[in-house]
């Protein structure tokens, strides 16, 4: 009976022994991307705390305030107010005349100022793109850009001095054999006046941004365009005016959210007690009851009024143009 041996492998051949796992290491948690991109780049982001304090404390802690509104506030007292009213103050100024009518003439003026004044500068812009000489160009955008430049008091001096009884509008107008008009004292002509004024001291100014996006127009467009037989105007129509579309739409959207804050140093410098019945606005009607009567709450009221219209007006704008043309601020 032979018994089976197992030789063993010769030395050399064997396996290795397995080696053990590698033991993980246990990491401290990485910082989020926030922490990162702040502790990468905080010299940008110093650059933001002065702009975020200004708004900070002139933007939002004036909120505040607002609860003057619906608390009676008497000057010399606390600073919120003496005791609750409720809705006192603004089913005051809803059965109020007066603010109707101003809240009219609001509407007037704002919507013939967004209707004039922002599409002259698209136009403007257009044309000077159009302009071949430099100098020329140069030229015109110095002209048109100086009148921002001026103050609001000088630009309502040279407006009256312009429309006076003897003023050189009027001396014109006597060459024609017509009778000296009283501009500045005619209800009438007050919103013909301030838009004018208002065309000329922003048109020139509104042009930058335009003719800053002008610039991101891709040539071949332009060059496939005129390949097609299309001529300037087509081309303006379907190459400049939709690559200037996003431009034009967050400009609108900004327009429409001030357009019940008509400029309050214009008018307070151009009307006068005759032109109450077409040139008094909100913010000339909040001035004169807040401040000159001492009816803080019933102004606060008012303002805040104002404000609700105003938000409700560029979030609704801001909707329209997303859901028409894809363009919105957020």
Not at 264 to 276: D, H, R, S
Request: contains cysteine.
């Amino acid at each position: 009976m032979s018994s089976s041996t197992t030789s063993a492998p010769p030395p050399g051949t064997q396996d290795p022994p397995p080696t053990p796992p590698p033991r993980r290491r246990t990491r401290s948690p990485s910082p989020t991307g926030w922490r990162r991109a702040l502790r990468k780049d905080w010299q940008l982001y110093s650059l933001a705390v002065l702009p975020l304090l200004f708004f900070l404390v002139f933007r939002y802690l004036p909120m505040i305030g607002n609860v003057i509104a619906f608390r009676r506030f008497e000057p010399g007292g606390s600073i919120l107010g003496e005791y609750w009213v409720g809705l006192r103050y603004v089913e005051m100024f809803l059965s109020d005349p007066t603010f109707w009518q101003v809240f009219r003439n609001t509407l007037w003026i704002g919507g013939l100022t967004l209707l004039f004044c922002f599409p002259v500068p698209i136009v403007l812009a257009l044309l000077l793109n159009e302009v071949r000489r430099r100098s020329l160009r140069r030229f015109v955008q110095s002209v048109s850009y100086l009148p921002h430049f001026l103050s609001i008091v000088i630009v309502a001096g040279i407006t009256m001095q312009m429309l006076a009884t003897d003023g050189p509008v009027n001396h014109v107008l006597g060459w024609f054999g017509h009778d000296p008009v009283r501009f500045i004292q005619e209800p009438d002509w007050f919103r013909a006046i301030y838009v004018g004024s208002e065309i000329w001291q922003t048109a020139g100014w509104g042009t930058i941004l335009y003719l800053a996006a002008l610039t991101t127009i891709d040539e071949d467009l332009y060059e496939a365009a005129r390949i097609d037989g299309a001529n300037r105007w087509r081309q303006i129509w379907h190459v400049t005016l939709p690559g200037i579309r996003p431009t034009m739409i967050t400009l609108l959207i900004l327009n429409i959210g001030t357009f019940l804050a008509v400029g309050f140093e214009k008018v307070l410098l151009l009307y006068n007690p005759l032109t109450y019945p077409t040139a008094d606005v909100i913010s000339t009607y909040l001035y004169r009851t807040g401040v000159e009567s001492n009816s803080f709450s019933y102004a606060a009221a008012i303002g805040l009024f104002e404000a609700v219209i105003g938000l409700v007006l560029i979030t609704s704008a801001n909707q329209l143009s997303r859901r028409t043309v894809g363009t919105s601020l957020w």
